[in-house]
T-cell receptor, first 117, second 118 residues
Framework: DAGVIQSPRHEVTEMGQEVTLRCKPISGHNSLFWYRQTMMRGLELLIYFNNNVPIDDSGMPEDRFSAKMPNASFSTLKIQPSEPRDSAVYFC???????????????FGPGTRLTVL | AQSVAQPEDQVNVAEGNPLTVKCTYSVSGNPYLFWYVQYPNRGLQFLLKYITGDNLVKGSYGFEAEFNKSQTSFHLKKPSALVSDSALYFCAVRDMGHASGGSYIPTFGRGTSLIVHP
């Protein structure tokens, strides 16, 4: 298995531009997570999908951020308009199962390093 | 509510010596506990987890962790550290039962940087 795939690996953009990050979870996994990692704030959960449905988006910073999961094999995280404070590494992770009986570990992608100038 | 604390930002150890990375947690019910490792410019990788049963859990790369319910701890250990173990280590916790106020989503600690000196 190729693992969780994220693209692009690096993105440099200017303030005000739209940024779209992409994720392909591991086949068969039905839970998907988007995280943001910075030195200041550590690892932050942005949004969690289960069976393609957003379950918890309380971590999404503001309306400039949106995420979709149109099918089980693809998810996007969009920032519009982007700001310098959005600069971070964004990780996608997937896992098998959900709910009270789920105790399975998450598999993380390699991340997208976003720099907003 | 659930929370996890990693009290040390950084742990330094000499190669060949035993290492311990500390983690304490708080949940309303019973915990699921996880350790992940992050190497530079990489995503987090799963090391081991505690679900139930034996309090000593063995994982990848010679790591192990001991679940201590009375102290609400889940410290990561390795008998003999390698320079290649130098990385960022994350502890995560999930409350086993949603009915007790827990979450289906694990809560991660802030991470502990492990530096193994040659």
């Amino acid at each position: 298995d190729a693992g969780v795939i994220q693209s692009p690996r690096h993105e440099v953009t200017e303030m005000g531009q739209e940024v779209t990050l992409r994720c392909k979870p591991i086949s068969g996994h039905n839970s998907l997570f988007w995280y943001r990692q910075t030195m200041m704030r550590g690892l932050e959960l942005l949004i969690y999908f289960n069976n393609n449905v957003p379950i918890d988006d309380s971590g999404m910073p503001e309306d400039r951020f949106s995420a979709k999961m149109p099918n089980a094999s693809f998810s996007t995280l969009k920032i519009q308009p982007s700001e310098p404070r959005d600069s971070a590494v964004y990780f996608c992770a997937s896992s098998l199962g959900a709910g009270a009986l789920s105790y399975n570990e998450q598999f993380f992608g390699p991340g997208t390093r976003l720099t907003v100038l | 509510a659930q929370s996890v604390a990693q009290p040390e930002d950084q742990v330094n150890v000499a190669e060949g010596n035993p290492l311990t990375v500390k983690c304490t947690y708080s949940v309303s019910g019973n915990p699921y506990l996880f350790w992940y490792v992050q190497y530079p410019n990489r995503g987090l990788q799963f090391l081991l987890k505690y679900i139930t049963g034996d309090n000593l859990v063995k994982g990848s790369y010679g790591f192990e962790a001991e679940f201590n319910k009375s102290q609400t701890s889940f410290h990561l250990k390795k008998p003999s550290a390698l320079v290649s173990d130098s990385a960022l280590y994350f502890c995560a916790v999930r409350d086993m039962g949603h009915a007790s106020g827990g979450s289906y989503i694990p809560t991660f600690g802030r991470g502990t940087s492990l530096i193994v000196h040659p």
